[in-house]
């Protein structure tokens, strides 16, 4: 039986797979996070692939504090740039295959239509040139995908839907930039398409290389935040307004739409619209 294993198990992406999981009798699953498998610990790392072998990885460990990272930029980097780069060449060594993921803010976000996989990357703060270089380290290998997504949330961990239902239950008044566009991703579905693509790459030789997954559609965090109050019922007021008058310590992209064409040829999939995603989401959390 392949073996999958998983890293960052406890973050919001790893809890999904862990969930979808339980339907793929077909594969053996080994779930770690820091407290089982420290990824920056690169000797005890290796011993587990000789060890275990697993035929797949899925990295959804990350540092994903993005204004934390401007004043940790060595931590940022060796967890989202070092640790992916061994993660690949331990996979390729031990003849597996890597699934890593990286994010939408590889872009600066001047883009005028949908970002394609080849446009070219200029990260615009720490946290995303940590990113796109964890992105070229794994590249440098044959057998790896890089799943870049953007806005992700989920029913675990803490995220912008969770902190947008505490505020908005808390507060008459919310201000939410609105110059910030992107589509939002539901981390269950960008769960059952990275298993759809680990099942995929047995059998498909041309699956390598970078994909973009986001759920469908386009708003901005003004958008999102007021679908998530009028969802739950709040009466909270949500205004918008422009990132110049909510200064945060990390530059983000203004545009950073994803264009999902090569994901959904190859795994012949459809996207959920992100308001229906959003709704399914908020079932399990209000
Ligand atoms: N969140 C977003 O909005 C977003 C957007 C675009 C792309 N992405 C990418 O999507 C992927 C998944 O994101 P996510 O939101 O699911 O991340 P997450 O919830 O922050 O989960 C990351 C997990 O990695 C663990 N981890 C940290 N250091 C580790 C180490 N040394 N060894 C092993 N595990 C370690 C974390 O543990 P601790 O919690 O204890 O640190 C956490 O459980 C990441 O690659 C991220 O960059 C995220």
């Known amino acids: 039986m392949k073996k999958i294993l998983i890293t960052g198990a406890k973050g919001q992406l790893g809890n999904e797979i862990l969930l ?37 990885i899925i990295n959804c460990a990350a540092y994903t504090a993005v204004d934390k990272a401007e004043k940790e930029p060595e931590t940022a980097h060796l967890l989202n740039a070092e640790v992916p780069g061994v993660l690949a060449l331990l996979s390729d060594r031990f003849n597996a295959y890597l699934i890593h993921i990286s994010t939408d803010y590889v872009f600066d976000g001047r883009n005028y239509r949908p970002y394609k996989e080849n446009d070219l990357p200029n990260p615009l703060s720490v946290y995303a040139q940590s990113k796109y270089a964890g992105e070229q380290k794994v590249l440098q290998f044959g057998n790896t995908v890089v799943i870049r997504t953007s806005w992700l949330y989920s029913r675990f961990g803490n995220n912008f839907v969770k902190t947008m239902l505490k505020l908005g239950k808390e507060r008459d008044t919310l201000s939410i930039v609105f110059d910030q566009t992107g589509t939002p991703t539901n981390a269950c579905n960008l769960a059952a398409t990275i298993l759809k693509m680990a099942e995929s790459l047995d059998h498909n030789d041309h699956i390598r290389g970078i994909y973009h997954y986001s759920n469908e559609g386009v708003c901005s965090w003004y958008d999102f935040a007021r679908e998530i109050i009028k969802s739950a019922g709040y009466s909270c007021n949500v205004l918008p307004i422009t990132t110049d008058k909510y200064p945060m310590p990390a530059s983000r992209p203004y545009y950073t739409v994803l264009d999902k064409s090569r994901i959904k040829n190859t795994l012949n999939i459809t996207i959920p619209y992100w308001k229906d995603s959003l709704a399914e989401c908020l079932k399990d959390i209000i």
């Open 20 to 56: 979808l999981s339980k339907v793929y009798k077909d594969y053996e699953f080994l779930f770690h996070d820091i407290d089982t498998l420290d990824l920056t610990d690169f000797k005890n790392l290796e011993k587990f692939f000789q060890v275990h072998s697993p035929d797949i």
